[in-house]
């Protein structure tokens, strides 16, 4: 058995620990850009965290110019300013956008080249700058894992940097940085977690040589991230809801933060799988969020796989607080996805892919474009054929269930 645990060198999570921030940063460098964007550095929190770092260190220089899904033109800005400043230490104050963007920066400050030269798995030759990332969204776990997922205007999807290199080398998670998070974008974030967690549970088991850790960064499910994985569940199930109606909800708050840190811990290794691939053809082509997305995909490609997983979605219907002492696991996963239904549609995700505007006729273009990214499609449970990925998408785009509804006594 081969298995191994990515993350920061330190990881610092709960209330108030943003108060770390100026001396970790110090004792990182002394030229500091500094990522975020201009809606998080107009509140009062952020800033004074930038007010403090700038009494901390010699130079700092802020890019807060930071856009949805990370164009290559935000990179390019980002880099000018870190070199106006000789940066020698990033810090990201905000979502998974900005933690992206920090990390393909920290990339080419150190290694030069342009993000096409590190697509891919393992393309970055060593360590980069030193990074400390500060999540203001529960969901993407950007501050614990090795992946930058970037938009590039020459391709039609989505693209990854995946790199054991990228990895933040401080993640300091403060759930009072997501108070002020608006209800869509907490929906948004938090079930892009949720998937997280999932995908990495059921992700596919594979066998591994003693060079694969190395050279590989997505490598299935093992029993650590199983662990972790449920923790997140069980966490992210129970207040994700709540959030989303109460964002002053300091208890799901910041149940929220640690269920999307136990999330990123898990999928670091595991991997994400379907949904995510799938997701990024189609939020290219359609602009949607990428939780949204994802969290829209996600019941239909377990139900595809229900066959190989049952069990485990079994094993999750009763983490997420659903009784099943009598049902067996096909019963008890027929539980699970109908639960699922219902939080997706209690938080607002749409549920199929013709209300966010995709054309059916794109289908299949989009399953042959989500069967190239192999990192992600390797993990998922099911068949991973062009023609299987073009099921789910129908399914999806049909909005399809083929599962009972839950009586008032199961619920």
């Known amino acids: 058995m081969l298995e191994t645990v990515r993350g920061p060198r330190q990881l610092i999570v709960g209330e108030g620990v943003a108060q770390n921030i100026p001396r970790v940063v110090a004792e990182c460098g002394s030229r500091v850009l500094i990522v975020t964007d201009r809606v998080l550095l107009g509140q009062p929190s952020v800033a004074e965290i930038v007010a403090a770092v700038r009494e901390k260190v010699a130079v700092v220089g802020v890019f807060a110019d930071a856009t949805p899904d990370v164009p290559l033109s935000d990179v390019d800005l980002a880099v000018s300013v870190a070199a106006e400043v000789d940066a020698d230490v990033i810090l990201a104050i905000g979502g998974g956008t900005v933690i992206d963007l920090a990390k393909i920066v920290g990339v080419i400050r ?110 299935g499910r093992n029993s650590i991230t ?13 207040s994700l809801p709540h959030v989303v109606k109460d964002g002053g909800d300091k208890e799901a708050r910041a149940d929220m933060s640690y269920g999307s840190m136990l999330a990123g811990l898990a999928f670091a290794h595991a991997g994400t799988a379907a949904p995510h691939a799938l997701q990024y053809p189609i939020g290219a082509a359609t602009h949607t969020p990428h939780g949204l997305g994802v969290g829209l995909l996600l019941p239909y490609a377990l139900d595809a796989a229900r066959d190989a997983i049952a069990d485990r979605l079994a094993i999750l219907a009763g983490v997420c607080g659903l009784d099943v002492t ?33 054309a059916r006729a794109d289908l299949p273009r989009f ?7 192999t990192r992600l499609v390797q993990n998922h449970p099911g068949s991973t054929d062009v023609a299987s990925l073009n099921a789910i998408l129908e399914a999806a785009w049909t909005g399809d269930r083929t599962r009972r509804v839950l009586t008032p006594e199961q619920r």
Do not use: N
């Open 110 to 219: 150190r290694h030069g080249g342009t993000p096409r030269d590190f697509y891919g798995e393992s393309k970055v030759p060593g360590p980069t700058i030193p990074l400390v990332a500060v999540p203001t969204t529960s969901g993407t776990g950007s501050e614990l894992t090795p992946v930058s997922v970037l938009t590039d205007p020459d391709r039609e999807l989505k693209v990854g940097v995946s790199s054991v290199h990228i990895v933040p080398d401080f993640a300091i998670v403060d759930p009072e940085l997501t108070y002020s998070c608006p209800a869509t974008v907490t929906a948004h974030s938090g079930i892009d977690a949720f998937c997280h967690a999932v995908e990495s549970y059921t992700a596919r088991p594979r066998p591994h040589g003693p060079r694969d850790p190395v050279e590989q960064v997505f490598l």
């Open 226 to 238: 199983d662990h972790y994985a449920l923790l997140a569940a069980e966490r992210i199930a129970r």
């Open 367 to 373: 399953a042959e474009m989500a069967s190239g990214v």
């Open 326 to 358: 009598d049902a067996s696991d096909a019963e008890a996963a027929d539980m699970f996805l109908t639960w699922l239904d219902r939080l997706l549609a209690d938080i607002g995700i749409p549920a199929t892919l013709a209300d966010i505007g995709v």
